[in-house]
């Protein structure tokens, strides 16, 4: 029975990091489209360049 605990805990624990990771990269993403907005708004191009990169890359690793 111990040994159960140990992988039901240790399954919990990946599960609730996986919750995480998640949260973050949207966050992070949502983050991103609003600061690409005011780029775009102040006409920064090198700023829309550097965040929109950023963006894709973040995309790319959550696939």
Not at 2 to 18: C, Q, R
Request: aromatic letters at 8%; zero cysteines; charged letters at 30%.
């Amino acid at each position: 029975m111990g040994k159960m605990n140990v992988t039901s805990d240790h399954m919990l624990s990946l599960f609730a990091e996986m919750v995480l990771d998640e949260a973050l990269r949207k966050y992070k993403e949502q983050f991103l489209y609003r600061e690409i907005d005011v780029a775009l708004a102040k006409g920064d191009e090198t700023t829309f360049l550097a965040l929109t990169t950023e963006l894709n890359s973040l995309r790319s690793l959550g696939k």
